[in-house]
């Protein structure tokens, strides 16, 4: 029990210190806010007044003209989602530095932060945040805005995202393959920030491997101005150079292509003159005979087949229905169909013939061979 009280005591005393440096800052900050309404004050008193008739002499001296900053872009709106939320934390911090007369003190930019964080998770956890400031007056839930980016990061950012930068500069997943080097090279870049890679020649080494090959094969065998091995910015600056000039040169080429095909593709221009049309004449006469008509014999209509067999018009011997006459065959026609049924008549069927080696068969002399 006695341990439980001392770590109350502790931890009511750290809390109550906490709202004592709380306190320290507002009061030197309404402090330093008097001395700037009284100095304004005095200055006011000190200026005589300026007359409602008296017309401003014109001033002769040229005038420069006022520079003015551009206003910078103002944060989305922020849902909690924590693939979103590096890019919201520093939309806010490059807005706070380029206005920084804007925010009076961290608080003041750590409610403005809060205030776009009306959806989702985001909206969520600035409702808790307000309920704690409203639970416990006087005691701000963050100290500054080092205490709110850090604990911001633990909630909405993600989660090792140097391990998975790690196991894809591991793998082939971040492979240019198709992309152009600028886009590979931001991915690049992107994953070596999140991975914590720091070594020069690892750097190197990465970048070269996923590179396209023959922009890499370009950059290692380069005669004068090679990069070296240990100067990972001078091996992008040469790859970005080399492939910007292969994309020149092939446009160079696609459009010398173009115009060439387009040449070949066009038919000379012949300046050989026709020959005016001549006009037959119907009737001979004796100075203009008519000219034979060597498409006669071609328009006339073809005169059908004839058999050899039957003597008969439209068909030939192979389609002719008396081929298997008996009466129209020839003679050697007729002695080959009777040499064939001859021949049929002959063969001995595979039953009535015994079998050679068997008992009581009586094998067939053969010549032997010192015969």
Not at 118 to 140: H, I, L, P, Q
Request: hydrophobic share 30%.
């Amino acid at each position: 029990m006695s341990s439980e009280r001392i770590s109350a005591l502790e931890h009511a005393f750290s809390d109550s210190k906490a709202r004592e440096v709380h306190t320290q800052k507002q009061l030197e900050l309404l402090s330093n806010n008097l001395q700037q309404i009284q100095q304004l004050l005095l200055q006011q008193q000190q200026q005589p007044p300026t007359p409602l008739t008296t017309t401003p002499k014109p001033d002769s001296t040229p005038r420069t003209p006022t520079y003015r900053a551009p206003s910078p872009a103002l944060p989305n709106e922020f849902d909690g989602d924590r693939s979103k939320g590096p890019t919201f934390l520093r939309s806010c911090q490059t807005y706070v530095r380029l206005c920084p007369d804007s925010f009076s003190d961290d608080q003041t930019r750590i409610i403005w932060a809060l205030s776009y964080m009306k959806s989702g998770r985001a909206a969520k956890w600035a409702a808790r945040v307000f309920k704690y400031e409203e639970d416990n007056e006087g005691c701000t839930r963050f100290l500054d805005w080092e205490d709110f980016k850090t604990e911001f990061r633990k909630e909405f950012c993600p989660v090792n995202s140097d391990a998975a930068a790690i196991n894809k500069l591991e793998s082939t997943a971040y492979f240019q393959k198709t992309r152009s080097v600028d886009d590979y090279l931001d991915e690049f870049l992107d994953l070596i920030a999140e991975s914590g890679y720091t070594d020069p020649k690892t750097l190197v080494v990465k970048f070269r491997r996923g590179l396209d090959p023959q922009i890499q094969n370009a950059v290692a065998t380069m005669t004068t101005g090679r990069p070296s091995n240990i100067a990972p910015t001078a091996w992008y600056e040469a790859a970005r150079n080399i492939d910007q000039n292969r994309a020149s040169n092939e446009a160079f080429r696609s459009a010398h292509r173009t115009s060439t095909s387009s040449n070949l593709l066009r038919p000379p221009a012949l300046s050989v003159s026709r020959p005016l049309p001549m006009q037959v004449p119907v009737k001979p006469t004796p100075g203009y005979p008519v000219p034979m008509d060597v498409d006669t014999s071609r328009r006339r209509t073809p005169i059908p087949p004839t058999c050899f067999r039957c003597g008969k018009s439209g068909h030939k011997v192979p389609d002719c229905p008396l081929q298997y006459d008996i009466r129209s065959l020839s003679t050697d026609e007729l002695q080959a169909i009777l040499e064939d049924r001859l021949a049929k008549r002959d063969v001995v069927p595979a039953e009535d013939c015994p079998s050679i080696g068997e008992e009581g068969t009586p094998l067939p002399d053969f010549p032997q061979d010192n015969e």
